[in-house]
């Protein structure tokens, strides 16, 4: 989040208000799918991974996913 930030300001961070105007038009593709921010709340969008600890088939405990909810922000629910 921040490395884009700072690439779209061209590491001009002493221009706070284009910096931060940057920071809040962050949006990339990240290990679990799409990040932003939201608009009006500046909290992250996220995906959402619902998981449930199972025994696996080699014995050994860990996470099964169960689904996945998709642009998840803080102002939805």
Not at 46 to 73: A, Q, S, Y
Request: aromatic fraction near 10%; avoid cysteine; hydrophobic fraction near 45%.
């Amino acid at each position: 989040m921040m490395t884009e930030a700072l690439r779209a300001v061209d590491g001009a961070v002493e221009e706070r208000g284009r910096f931060l105007a940057a920071l809040r038009a962050v949006e990339f593709t990240g290990p679990t799918g799409r990040f932003r921010f939201y608009p009006e709340s500046q909290g992250a969008v996220i995906t959402v991974f619902v998981r449930r600890v199972e025994r696996l088939p080699n014995g050994e405990l860990g996470n099964v996913m169960l689904d996945r909810v998709r642009d998840v922000d803080d102002v939805s629910f």
